[in-house]
């Protein structure tokens, strides 16, 4: 194995990789399948495929999972309109579904014509709802969720490091400015996506 140095954006330096198991993990959000992807969509995928093939060829193991969104995608950034889902089945006057499997099956299509390495796993979001209702519910029971009229929101103020990793300047973020904040507390708070 050779030495593979990282930039730590926290850190703003570089640092050794040190895996702390003995498969590196790498999980990747996955496109929103309602439609083709274009080459800014791909560019993510790309990235990911070069650290994956970085990783491998410094002799680590990785276990690289993939999600496809195929449900609970709202179209606008204030978390409402249509879901991104149905408005592919209105357009193409086929089934959520439908879309769902074309447009995942044109992604794959996409990253293959890229060269990309397959992942290890896909996994649809559709498959996970049971499992995602409890991971809500359990942050719910510690505090850190509250409900409005429009969904549930992760309360930032709950997590006192909310924004360190990212450096972000939590007080000078500006609510409401791109976007009605509506009923949410604060302008970090956010609805739980996948």
């Known amino acids: 194995m ?37 080459i800014g969509n791909l560019r993510t995928y790309i990235f990911e495929d070069v650290l994956r093939r970085v990783l491998e060829f410094n002799g680590h193991q990785v276990r690289h999972i993939v999600n496809i969104t195929d449900v609970g995608h709202l179209t606008s950034d204030a978390d409402e309109g249509d879901d991104k889902m149905e408005q592919g089945a209105k357009r193409t006057g086929k089934s959520a579904w439908w879309v769902a499997d074309h447009y995942a099956e044109a992604f794959k299509s996409d990253l ?35 409900s409005t ?27 409401g400015h791109r976007v009605d904040p509506g009923e949410k507390r604060r302008g970090t708070d956010f609805a739980h996506g996948n």
């Open 112 to 146: 293959r014509r890229l060269n990309a390495l397959e992942p290890t796993r896909w996994c649809r979001a559709t498959d996970y709802i049971k499992e995602q209702i409890e991971v809500i519910q359990a942050i719910e029971a510690g505090g850190h969720l509250y």
């Open 2 to 38: 050779t030495d593979l140095y990282l930039y730590d954006s926290f850190s703003q330096s570089e640092r050794a990789f040190e895996p702390i198991t003995s498969t590196v993990g790498m999980y990747a959000c996955g496109p929103t399948v309602y439609n083709d992807a274009h």
């Open 149 to 175: 009229s429009d969904g549930v929101y992760f309360d930032t103020s709950a997590q006192s490091s909310y924004g360190q990793l990212a450096r972000l300047d939590l007080e000078g973020q500006q609510a």
